[in-house]
């Protein structure tokens, strides 16, 4: 067994939201822990997973990608295994065992596993070639095969499967993306927005499917093809699986903690175990995941408080949070309600020529939804109408100009 001390907080995984725990963690005044120790399934201290879309466009290098030098570590007194994955919790001894064997005393655990590419479950995908989109290594891959082979097929047209395809085809390859709702980004925006998306790749030079799912991909050793759902084959080289995710739960349900869909946390983000938390893609909370990682961040400012502060009350409470596309020239922003129901009101504004389009959805003179395509300069600003609930009937004829037009007004 390695070495103990009284108070030692572990933390089963390194990504995004464990870092800005442990960030958080460092400048509290008052730390009940002698020792922090990290376990982590990836071989790479946490990186900034969002920009793995750039890396693989050529738009960033992975240097950049790094969250702290190895030596903020140190300086904090935090312990980081990696690629040194927790294996088993023992939660009466109150252990953690790793897959090197290495066994580890906690007074708090963390788990922080994040979540996986979802598996559709098709015949053919474990054929080589045929992969996820999520972490440096599947960046890493991704990039070699773009260099050696031509055709990819991408499943998925949401954001992760837009921007896989996009960097592949800036890296040279030709991409077919396949997409089984009625238009691009169908969470994200409404039909015209996913219309003029579906364009705009189009035009430069991705291959778009929609309405139409993969049933087998068929290979050998190698993936060779995808079979859709019409008997069409689809002949490639690369097939990325970007269809949503799975959150990483294994771990928890072993040993024994309440899980659903994910890890089910309290407003503190503490599971079934008092003296377990669970937080960022991993975690549910009342009936809601996370794919994002703002909420993450925001469990991340909950989580230090109370692991700092027993009488302490901050309570994490999910918001709106709005999302943009990472593919350069293509601004995309979209948050909140994105297609009108019986009791929402649309004020649409579009501009044919530049492509440019606004769509603002509003219930009882309050701003629900705002879908923004080719300007999105006043995402923000309708954002935090949207958070603030304000009445917008004093400038509502102004709202689709933005910010400047309704303060003026
Ligand atoms: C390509 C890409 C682009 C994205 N773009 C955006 C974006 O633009 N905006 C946005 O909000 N979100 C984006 N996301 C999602 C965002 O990255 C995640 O929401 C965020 O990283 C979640 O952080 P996390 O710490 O919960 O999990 P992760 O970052 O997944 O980290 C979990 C870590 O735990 C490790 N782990 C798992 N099991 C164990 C174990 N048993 N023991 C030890 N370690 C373990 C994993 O190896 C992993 O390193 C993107 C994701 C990808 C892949």
Not at 8 to 17: A, E
Not at 62 to 67: A, V, Y
Not at 266 to 272: A, E, G, H, V, Y
Not at 282 to 305: H, I, K, M, R, S
Request: with cysteine.
């Amino acid at each position: 067994m390695s070495a103990q001390a009284e108070q030692t907080l572990v933390i089963c995984g390194h990504g995004m939201v464990a870092q800005r725990l442990l960030e958080k963690l460092v400048v509290q005044p008052q730390r009940p822990f002698e020792r922090i120790v990290v376990f982590n399934g990836e071989a790479s201290p946490a990186y900034n997973r969002i920009q793995l879309s750039a890396l693989l466009a050529g738009d960033a290098n992975e240097d950049s990608l790094q969250l702290q030098q190895p030596d903020w570590y140190r300086h904090n007194n935090i312990t980081v295994n990696q690629g040194d994955p927790v294996t088993a919790i023992n939660r009466e001894d109150r252990t953690v065992t790793t897959a090197s064997g290495q066994t580890q005393r906690y007074t708090s655990l963390v788990l922080a596993t994040g979540s996986r590419s979802a598996s559709l479950g098709l015949e053919g995908e474990s054929l080589e070639g045929v992969m996820g989109f999520r972490d440096l290594k599947d960046t890493r891959q991704l990039i070699q095969t773009s260099q050696r082979h031509r055709r990819a097929v991408v499943i998925g047209g949401g954001f992760l499967g837009l921007e896989a395809a996009e960097g592949l085809r800036s890296r040279g390859m030709a991409v077919t993306v396949l997409h089984r709702g009625s238009h691009l980004l169908n969470r994200q925006l409404d039909e015209t927005g996913g219309a003029l998306l579906e364009q705009a790749l189009t035009e430069r030079g991705l291959s778009i499917r929609t309405q139409t799912s993969p049933v087998a991909l068929i290979g050998r050793n190698l993936v060779r093809a995808v079979q859709l759902d019409d008997e069409t084959l689809i002949s490639t080289d690369l097939v990325v699986i970007a269809a949503g995710i799975t959150p990483n739960t294994e771990l928890a349900r072993e040993a024994g903690l309440d899980c659903e869909r994910a890890i089910r946390v309290n407003p503190q983000l503490q599971t079934s175990d008092p003296q377990i938390f669970a937080l960022g893609e991993c975690c549910q909370l009342e009936n809601q995941t996370f794919g994002l990682v703002e909420p993450g961040y925001q469990q991340a400012d909950v989580l230090a408080q109370v692991l700092c502060h027993s009488d302490s009350q901050a309570a994490f409470a999910p918001s709106t949070i709005p999302t943009r596309l990472k593919i350069s020239g293509i601004p995309i922003f979209s948050c909140g309600q994105t297609d009108a129901d019986a009791e929402t009101e649309s004020v649409i504004w579009q501009d044919y020529d530049t492509n440019r389009y606004c769509r603002l959805l509003i219930r009882d003179q309050r701003l629900t939804g705002a879908v923004l395509f080719g300007e999105t300069s006043d995402g923000p600003w309708y954002n935090e109408r949207i958070q603030q609930a304000d009445d917008i009937s004093p400038y509502r004829a102004h709202l689709a100009f933005g910010k400047h037009y309704c303060e003026a007004a």
